[in-house]
């Protein structure tokens, strides 16, 4: 039957154009397996069953709780262990069931995702650890892993700047900010990962898969702005950065803060957006627009080699303070590093 959307028994519609119409049994999850995935710092949960039924979530504090739609649990309850997972509830209800998982205040949440493996026939839920500062001066974001997202590519140019076609656009210079970061965030001791690495244009979903199978500590995807030409481009000019979970608005906060100190940009303040790729809850994730390349004497420093040093390392900073203040607020020591991280070539 041709519609625009289909509505969910929660109420809530969903884009048919998204969506196929099957006709196949409620997800029966039969049992749970808790394992760790030390790489990511993450607990795994690993149900059994057939299906991949649609998650809602509410996380409060220390508690998590999911609601699997279209689905029931007949398993034993998911073991805790005592210091990170501290409890877990099920319950079936009419046509789904709840997960409640309680958190140790001492090691909190920090992110989750749902992964679904139709081959080996799971639903897996995979629960985060915070990050934290090494105990290395010369090395303090060793452990901390970073998804850099270069804005655009391929046949996706995204804005032209003031200096036209054949001059950089604004995907090159996505690119070449997400290398300059990259390169200092690794002297730091971080682990760096890219969507993209060269003229290529990874799918929106594809970037936001990325994301969920990679679990990194953070994600920025690095973009420059623009304005419509009808308008005086002189006018519009900073740096501005969007999140969508709050866990997101302290890194955004902290990149407006490093890139604008180090460029001398104005101040555009982060806020609420809706954008596709800061649409996941595994870790802190921001869309930062760097700066207006529609703007003549900002894109000008846009494409300028030291200044997009000078960028890479803000953004580099930033993840810094970021982790600093996630330990700060945990009462965690940290390495006693030079306060500037960004400093140094």
Not at 207 to 224: G, K, L
């Amino acid at each position: 039957k041709l519609t625009h959307a289909y509505q969910l028994s929660t109420g809530d519609f969903v884009r048919a154009s998204a969506c196929a119409v099957v006709d196949t049994a409620d997800a029966a999850f039969t049992g749970c397996t808790v394992r760790t995935d030390a790489a990511t710092r993450c607990t795994v949960l690993d149900f059994a069953g057939a299906g991949t039924p649609a998650v809602y979530h509410d996380w409060t504090g220390d508690t998590l709780t999911l609601t699997f739609l279209s689905a029931a649990y007949s398993g034993s309850t998911p073991a805790a262990d005592g210091s990170f997972l501290t409890g877990a509830d099920v319950e079936n209800g009419d046509g789904s069931f709840t997960l409640t998982l309680r958190f140790s205040a001492a090691e909190p949440l920090y992110g989750w995702t749902v992964r679904y493996d139709a081959a080996a026939n799971t639903t897996s839920l995979w629960l985060k650890r915070a990050p934290h500062l090494s105990g290395d001066a010369a090395a303090p974001l060793a452990g901390v892993t970073v998804l850099l997202d270069a804005g655009h590519g391929g046949d996706a140019d995204g804005a032209v700047g003031a200096a036209g076609g054949s001059a950089p656009v604004e995907k090159e210079l996505n690119l070449a900010a997400a290398y300059a970061a990259k390169y200092r965030l690794e002297q730091l001791g971080a682990a760096v990962l890219m969507t993209r690495t060269d003229d290529t244009n990874p799918t929106l979903g594809d970037r936001v898969t990325a994301m969920n199978t990679q679990c990194p500590d953070f994600f920025i995807a690095i973009h420059h702005n623009s304005i419509e030409l009808t308008s005086d481009v002189n006018l519009s000019a900073g740096t501005e950065a969007y999140w969508f979970y709050s866990a997101g608005e302290p890194l955004a906060d902290n990149l407006i803060a490093q890139v604008c100190a180090a460029t001398g940009r104005a101040d555009r303040a982060s806020y609420y957006g809706y954008y596709y790729v800061t649409r996941s809850n595994i870790c802190p994730a921001v869309l930062l627009e760097l700066g207006f390349v529609t703007n003549p004497a900002e894109y000008e420093a846009c494409a300028d080699t030291q200044t997009i040093w000078a960028e890479g390392g803000a953004i580099a900073q930033a993840v810094y303070d970021t982790v600093a203040g996630t330990d700060a607020a945990a009462g965690t020591q940290g390495t006693g590093a030079a306060d500037s991280a960004a400093a140094g070539s």
